[in-house]
Structure formats: C-alpha cells, structure tokens
C-alpha cells in the first residue's frame, strides 16, 4: 500500500486532486484531511491500514494539488461537505465508508440560534446529509455532528435540496443555445410572468450577447 496514483476529478472552476491507495475494486474509503493540510496527512496511515480496501485521499478546494475558487470566493464548509458530494459521484461510489481528520471532521461555529450545539464537521455531516451513502464512519481525535432535534429535519432538507440541485445543474451544463431576439425575449417573459415585454426588452440589452447565431 505504499504505492499511489493521483488522480483528478474535475468541478467548475478547474479539478479535485486525490491520491488512491490499494485495488480498485477494493471496499472503497475516501479519506479527508485536516486544516490547511493536504492528502498526503495519511501517507504514513494508509500503509498499516487493511491491504483489501480501495483509500482515495482528496485534496480540498484551494489544498494540496487542487484547483483554488475563483479570486474572491468564500471557503464555507457546506462548500467541502459539496466537495465530497461530488467527488463520490465522480468515482460513482453509491455506498463507502468516511475517515475524516482534523478539518475532515473539524468543529466550525454556526448560527448558533439554529444550532444548541455550535460546531459541525465535515465528515458527520456528509452522513447526516446521506446517511445511504455511508457504511462507516472514521473520526480521527473528535466527537460527532449534533443538531438539536427541533433543527434536524429543516437542515437537512435545506442543506441537502442546495447540494443535490447545485450538482444536477452543473451535470446539465450545456453550451448556451443562440435564439433570435424576439424567440429570447419570450423565453424570459415565460421565466418571468411578472415581466411587461417593455421590461423583458430593456433586461435583454444589457442580460443578453448577440452572436453570428443568435
């Protein structure tokens, strides 16, 4: 298990590195780092772990050998919690299990008016978010995700609805389709009921880009 490969799964502004331990048709693990760290935190781990098991180690957004956000983009931790989402979707991993380490599991503090227990982790909450996705978790010198009970069924339908249709639109990305200005008009009067066409024709001068096509 000391050898690797690296590997590359790409998002919207550029790619997620990950370095991949063991048979890939091994029970599968992804592995998250910690604060500031990168995938090679479990260089020395991986190596004493079970021989039989696929370890993918993911470098987060702007860590290691992964693409930074666009200049002037926050780093949420819902945003690596999405991190992970997609990831697994890469590999189309349906059920695995998660060891998370430091950040991977860290605490971070929220609103505290929706949350009795102010901290969250990257790790438990992908499980709270999927818990079918999750055979096991690994949690690496830290508690759980603890949501007052009263909040549990609003933050995981809110948080869960924003990941799950993010990635369904970036996976329907499609080149724009050129219309003529009057089909383009009707196409935003349609989206937008509350729209006059006098309206609808004033936003499409400065909201449109005209081309050979279109």
Same mark, same amino acid.
Request: net charge neutral; with cysteine; proline share 6%.
């Given at each position: 298990?000391?050898?690797?490969?690296?590997?590359?799964?790409?998002?919207?502004?550029?790619?997620?590195?990950?370095?991949?331990?063991?048979?890939?048709?091994?029970?599968?693990?992804?592995?998250?780092?910690?604060?500031?760290?990168?995938?090679?935190?479990? $260089? +020395? /781990? *991986?190596? &004493?772990?079970?021989?039989?098991?696929?370890?993918?180690?993911? !470098?987060?957004?702007?860590?290691?050998? =992964?693409?930074?956000?666009?200049?002037?983009?926050?780093?949420?931790?819902?945003?690596?919690?999405?991190?992970?989402?997609?990831?697994?979707?890469?590999?189309?991993?349906?059920?695995?299990?998660?060891?998370?380490?430091?950040?991977?599991?860290?605490?971070?503090?929220?609103?505290?008016?929706?949350?009795?227990?102010?901290?969250?982790?990257?790790?438990?909450?992908?499980?709270?978010?999927?818990?079918?996705?999750? $055979? +096991? /978790? *690994?949690? &690496?010198?830290?508690?759980?995700?603890?949501?007052?009970?009263? !909040?549990?069924?609003?933050?995981?339908? =809110?948080?869960?609805?924003?990941?799950?249709?993010?990635?369904?639109?970036?996976?329907?990305?499609?080149?724009?389709?050129?219309?003529?200005?009057?089909?383009?008009?009707?196409?935003?009067?349609?989206?937008?009921?509350?729209?006059?066409?006098?309206?609808?024709?004033?936003?499409?001068?400065?909201?449109?880009?005209?081309?050979?096509?279109?």
């Amino acid at each position: 298990l000391g050898m690797f490969s690296e590997l590359k799964f790409p998002v919207p502004w550029g790619y997620v590195a990950a370095k991949a331990w063991g048979p890939s048709d091994g029970h599968a693990v992804l592995c998250l780092h910690g604060w500031l760290d990168n995938a090679n935190t479990f $260089d +020395k /781990l *991986i190596p &004493l772990l079970p021989r039989d098991c696929y370890y993918v180690a993911m !470098d987060f957004s702007g860590h290691g050998l =992964s693409s930074h956000r666009p200049a002037g983009s926050p780093y949420h931790f819902l945003d690596y919690v999405t991190d992970v989402r997609r990831v697994a979707a890469a590999l189309q991993w349906r059920r695995f299990t998660l060891m998370g380490h430091s950040m991977g599991k860290m605490k971070t503090s929220l609103n505290a008016q929706l949350f009795s227990f102010s901290y969250c982790f990257i790790s438990p909450q992908f499980c709270f978010l999927y818990p079918e996705m999750v $055979d +096991k /978790l *690994i949690l &690496l010198e830290n508690l759980g995700f603890l949501l007052a009970p009263e !909040d549990t069924e609003a933050w995981l339908k =809110s948080k869960r609805l924003v990941i799950d249709r993010l990635l369904s639109l970036e996976a329907k990305q499609q080149t724009p389709k050129a219309r003529s200005p009057e089909a383009a008009l009707q196409r935003l009067l349609e989206a937008n009921r509350h729209l006059t066409a006098e309206g609808g024709a004033i936003l499409l001068q400065r909201g449109a880009t005209e081309t050979p096509a279109g």
